[in-house]
């Protein structure tokens, strides 16, 4: 543990967060100050999944409120590991969750280009000028002998590192193994004291790398950097204030800033997040499908529904509650509030997320529309041919039914369900399953039809439940149940469903009045 003191820390000619407070008068002066034409850096290299959803969200909404950029790089150097697609899929993801980078790959921007293979003269000329002062140095040993060396450690109980075979090489030693290995790795020379540094999430850190790592590879065989060189030389590049990234970067901080420090740059402010887990506690596995981001949006998800969860279940905030919007996120976004311990996501609850952001929605009439056409679109993927009637489609008869059923369905894909295919195609019944429900059903169905060919009559769930409540009572030895139980058969075909006057409002009079005259008819 560290002292929290910016005082008792030797000063390395970064703005320290003591010099910030010095030279601002108030807490809203000194964001200010730091994002003044400021880039926030996300990292994200696969398909995108919960986790680096979490990590683009806190980027963005930290981003936006202190009006600074949002921007993705994409980081493509381990050429062993590219996925096809990835890159494209992860900025649709972004852009699906409503939180589209300012730069990016596809948007362009002034620090472009913006995927790290495209910028490998930058990482050359960085590793020339570390090679020259003497902080890097080739490395030629092979990846068998490292092989080795690594299993050794594990038989030795101890954690694997390179041994700095290479750093005290003569100049004579490297240019005659130049001559047989013209392309070697390039390592990074670390010192032996780390600088300290305050993250804005975990406090005061130093971790001392040199006595526990060897030096790190920088820059590959092939051209490529590794990520701590990278992530440095296009910070600097890029302009980046802030570095919002993951927890288990913390530790490789230390190697960055030693980075920072020999190559005689500004280093930006870094907050690391705690890691989001399983509500059991276990890792968020990338091989679990379940947790990217294509997968909820198949499954009918609201990105709003997303984003609310996994902020809710994490901290930067004054209190956990559902229901929060993006614009709200960013408004009630507090960093200071973010704490160390990891978030435990519950996913069992997030269709409850998602039946209130859906709620929201329905409450707005342009969203009412677009959800409209969604639906649309799922009833016909789904019942395609067997919609004998096309007036199913009709955006008054499917606002109606989002109206009626909002609170009850927690997806649009809930009412294209078994449950709900009543609304779209009309139920074949038969007669005897409907007599033995009620001896009086001609009685019951005569009846319900003559209450809907009344003049001017006007279909509401207060009047119907009334209405057949009357119908019961006049039907001496008919239990008001039975009623209900044969007009839900005769209308839906199931014995489960939404109330009996929900659905009689929801189809419309000329429809039950069909439905109804078909059993009178069989």
Request: net charge neutral; hydrophobic share 40%.
């Amino acid at each position: 543990m560290f002292s929290n003191d910016p005082a008792s820390w030797k000063q390395t000619g970064r703005v320290t967060r003591s010099r910030i407070l010095q030279d601002a008068e108030t807490e809203a002066d000194k964001w200010k100050y730091l994002i003044h034409d400021a880039r926030i850096f996300c990292l994200l290299t696969c398909f995108l999944h919960l986790g680096g959803l979490r990590t683009a969200l806190y980027n963005y909404i930290f981003a936006k409120k202190h009006q600074g950029s949002f921007i993705l790089r994409l980081e493509d150097t381990d050429q062993t590991r590219l996925v096809p697609g990835a890159a494209e899929n992860i900025e649709d993801m972004l852009e699906w969750a409503g939180i589209p980078p300012d730069e990016s790959p596809r948007q362009g921007g002034p620090a472009g280009p913006y995927r790290q293979s495209q910028r490998l003269e930058l990482y050359a000329q960085a590793t020339e000028a570390l090679l020259k002062t003497g902080a890097a140095y080739p490395c030629f040993c092979s990846l068998q002998r490292l092989e080795l060396l690594k299993k050794e450690a594990v038989r030795n109980n101890q954690t694997p590192r390179y041994d700095n075979r290479c750093r005290n090489l003569s100049q004579e030693q490297v240019a005659q193994r130049l001559t047989k290995d013209p392309k070697p790795a390039i390592r990074f020379r670390l010192e032996d004291e780390a600088p300290a540094f305050q993250d804005l999430v975990y406090g005061w850190n130093r971790h001392e790398v040199a006595s526990v790592e060897g030096d790190p590879v920088i820059l590959k065989s092939d051209g490529f950097p590794t990520y701590h060189l990278a992530c440095v030389v296009d910070d600097h590049h890029m302009g980046i204030s802030h570095v919002l990234r993951g927890s288990e970067w913390l530790v490789s901080t230390s190697k960055h800033l030693l980075l920072y420090q020999a190559l005689g740059w500004q280093p930006p402010r870094f907050a690391h997040l705690p890691l989001l887990l399983n509500r059991d506690g276990s890792k968020l596995s990338k091989r679990q499908g379940d947790i990217f981001l294509e997968h909820f949006a198949a499954a009918g998800y609201l990105p709003d529904a997303l984003l609310d969860i996994i902020t809710n279940c994490g901290s930067g905030f004054a209190e956990n509650q559902m229901g929060r919007t993006l614009p709200e996120l960013i408004t009630q976004f507090d960093l200071t509030r973010i704490a160390c311990h990891s978030a435990l996501l519950d996913l069992e609850k997030l269709p409850e997320f998602n039946r209130l952001h859906l709620r929201q929605l329905l409450s707005s009439e342009a969203q009412r529309h677009q959800l409209v056409g969604k639906l649309q679109a799922l009833v016909e993927e789904t019942f395609g041919s067997q919609l004998q009637d096309r007036a199913v489609l009709d955006p008054a008869y499917m606002e109606r039914i989002l109206l009626l059923r909002q609170g009850h369905i927690c997806r649009l894909q809930d009412l294209v369900s078994p449950t709900y295919s009543y609304l779209w195609t009309r139920p074949d019944v038969d007669r005897a399953q409907l007599c033995a429900i009620s001896e009086e059903m001609d009685v019951i169905a005569r009846r319900v039809v003559g209450l809907l060919e009344r003049p001017g009559m006007t279909l509401s769930q207060d009047m119907l439940n009334g209405e057949l409540k009357k119908l019961s009572e006049d039907l001496e030895g008919t239990k008001h149940s039975s009623v209900m139980k044969f007009l839900r058969v005769a209308l839906s075909g199931q014995l489960q469903g939404p109330p009996v006057a929900e659905m009689m409002v929801t189809l419309g009079p000329k429809e039950v009045q069909e439905r109804i005259q078909k059993v009178l008819c069989n």
